[in-house]
C-alpha cells in the first residue's frame, strides 16, 4: 500500500452528466479512489459556476476524492508568458484556478510554466515573466492553502534546471515541483534526431539533454505524473510499457520529502484495452515493492 494517495487521471468533462454517478461507483468498485481534477475542468468550471457543487456531491456518494489538479495550459495562460498585454488576462485566470482547486478540496495544482512559443527569445525572458508571475500567484495559493507545482517539460522554460532556479528564489511552503516522468525520459535522449526536445529547441540555448532531472528536483517534488515512453515521444504508456527504470524512478520518490500525491497520467483507462481494476493495481503494485 501506498503511503502517499495514488491518483488517476479521467477525462469526466467529455461524459455525459448522468453517467457520472455509474462511472464513480465503477471507479471505487475497481479499487480507484482518488481523481486528478484535470485540466479540462477548470474552464467547463468558469462556464459552469455549479460544476464543482455536482461532482463533488457525485464524488462523496462513491467514496470517490479529488487529491490533486491541473491547471488549463494553452501558452497565453502560462506565467512565463511574456507578451506584456497579455498578461493580465493570465494571473487573473491562474488566480480563479487556484480558487476552483481550492473549491475540491486539492492540495496541489500542477502548472506548465509555458511553451517557448517564440522560440527565438533566450530563457532568461521566460525566467523573469515567471518570476513576476510567482510574486503575483504565490500569495493567492497561500490565501487558499494551494500549492503551486512547476512541472518539467522539455522546451526552455521548463527543464528541470529552470525549475530548481524557481524552487531557490522562492522558498514558499505554496510552491514546489511536479515530476513528469515522461518527459524527463524524453530529455534524456533530447539530442536524438526525431526528438520532440529537439524540434521544439529553435532557441539560442543548446539542448540541454539530461537524465540526472528527477535527481535535480527531489527535493521540491510535491506531486508526479507517472506514465511510460521509448524517449522519442510523449506517448502517455502506462508504466512498464517503454523504456522507463521503473525501479530507478521510484527508489527516488520514496525519499521526496514533500511528496503529497502520485498520479497515474496514462492515457485514459477508459480508452485502453486495461480495465480500471488493473491499472488501479497497476499502480498500488509500483508504489508498494519500493516502499513508496
Same mark, same amino acid.
Given at each position: 500500500?501506498?503511503?502517499?494517495?495514488?491518483?488517476?487521471?479521467?477525462?469526466?468533462?467529455?461524459?455525459?452528466?448522468?453517467? *457520472? !454517478?455509474?462511472?464513480?461507483?465503477?471507479?471505487?468498485?475497481?479499487?480507484? *479512489?482518488?481523481?486528478?481534477?484535470?485540466?479540462?475542468?477548470?474552464?467547463?468550471?468558469?462556464?459552469?459556476?455549479?460544476?464543482?457543487?455536482?461532482?463533488?456531491?457525485?464524488?462523496? @456518494?462513491?467514496?470517490?476524492? =479529488?487529491?490533486?489538479?491541473?491547471?488549463?495550459?494553452?501558452?497565453? +495562460?502560462?506565467?512565463?508568458?511574456?507578451? @506584456?498585454?497579455?498578461?493580465?488576462?493570465?494571473?487573473?485566470? +491562474?488566480?480563479?484556478?487556484?480558487?476552483?482547486?481550492? /473549491?475540491?478540496?486539492?492540495?496541489?495544482?500542477?502548472?506548465?510554466?509555458?511553451?517557448?512559443?517564440?522560440?527565438?527569445?533566450?530563457?532568461?525572458?521566460?525566467?523573469?515573466?515567471?518570476? *513576476?508571475?510567482?510574486?503575483?500567484?504565490?500569495? @493567492?495559493?497561500? #490565501?487558499?492553502?494551494?500549492?503551486?507545482?512547476?512541472?518539467?517539460?522539455?522546451?526552455? !522554460?521548463?527543464?528541470?534546471?529552470?525549475?530548481?532556479?524557481?524552487?531557490?528564489? =522562492? !522558498?514558499?511552503?505554496?510552491?514546489?515541483?511536479?515530476?513528469?516522468?515522461?518527459?524527463?525520459?524524453?530529455?534524456?535522449?533530447?539530442?536524438?534526431?526525431?526528438?520532440?526536445?529537439?524540434?521544439?529547441?529553435?532557441?539560442? @540555448?543548446?539542448?540541454?539533454?539530461?537524465?540526472?532531472?528527477?535527481? #535535480?528536483?527531489?527535493?521540491?517534488?510535491?506531486?508526479?505524473?507517472?506514465?511510460?515512453?521509448?524517449?522519442?515521444?510523449?506517448?502517455?504508456?502506462?508504466?512498464?510499457?517503454?523504456?522507463? /527504470?521503473? /525501479?530507478?524512478?521510484?527508489?527516488?520518490?520514496?525519499?521526496?520529502? *514533500?511528496?503529497?500525491?502520485?498520479?497515474?497520467?496514462?492515457?485514459?483507462?477508459?480508452?485502453?484495452?486495461?480495465?480500471?481494476?488493473?491499472?488501479?493495481? +497497476?499502480?498500488?503494485?509500483?508504489?508498494?515493492?519500493?516502499?513508496?
Amino acid at each position: 500500500m501506498s503511503f502517499v494517495p495514488v491518483t488517476h487521471v479521467a477525462r469526466i468533462n467529455s461524459m455525459e452528466e448522468n453517467f *457520472r !454517478p455509474y462511472l464513480f461507483r465503477h471507479f471505487a468498485e475497481s479499487g480507484i *479512489r482518488n481523481l486528478v481534477l484535470e485540466s479540462s475542468l477548470m474552464p467547463a468550471c468558469l462556464k459552469d459556476p455549479f460544476l464543482p457543487e455536482k461532482l463533488l456531491k457525485v464524488a462523496g @456518494e462513491t467514496g470517490i476524492t =479529488f487529491v490533486d489538479g491541473h491547471a488549463h495550459f494553452p501558452d497565453p +495562460l502560462c506565467p512565463s508568458y511574456p507578451i @506584456e498585454a497579455k498578461r493580465p488576462f493570465m494571473l487573473d485566470y +491562474l488566480k480563479l484556478e487556484i480558487r476552483i482547486a481550492a /473549491d475540491f478540496g486539492v492540495k496541489t495544482l500542477t502548472v506548465h510554466t509555458g511553451n517557448n512559443f517564440d522560440r527565438s527569445l533566450p530563457a532568461g525572458v521566460y525566467r523573469e515573466a515567471m518570476y *513576476r508571475s510567482l510574486d503575483v500567484l504565490l500569495p @493567492e495559493a497561500e #490565501k487558499q492553502g494551494i500549492i503551486l507545482a512547476l512541472e518539467n517539460i522539455w522546451t526552455v !522554460p521548463n527543464t528541470g534546471n529552470e525549475l530548481v532556479l524557481a524552487m531557490e528564489k =522562492f !522558498p514558499s511552503k505554496n510552491l514546489g515541483l511536479c515530476y513528469d516522468s515522461g518527459h524527463a525520459n524524453i530529455m534524456k535522449f533530447a539530442r536524438s534526431e526525431n526528438s520532440p526536445a529537439r524540434i521544439w529547441w529553435d532557441s539560442p @540555448e543548446e539542448i540541454p539533454q539530461d537524465d540526472q532531472i528527477l535527481e #535535480k528536483m527531489l527535493p521540491y517534488v510535491v506531486n508526479c505524473h507517472l506514465h511510460d515512453n521509448h524517449g522519442l515521444k510523449d506517448e502517455h504508456l502506462l508504466p512498464g510499457k517503454g523504456n522507463i /527504470d521503473w /525501479d530507478h524512478i521510484m527508489g527516488l520518490l520514496k525519499k521526496a520529502p *514533500r511528496l503529497q500525491c502520485i498520479q497515474n497520467e496514462s492515457s485514459s483507462f477508459l480508452a485502453t484495452s486495461a480495465p480500471a481494476r488493473e491499472v488501479a493495481e +497497476l499502480f498500488e503494485e509500483l508504489c508498494s515493492k519500493t516502499g513508496c
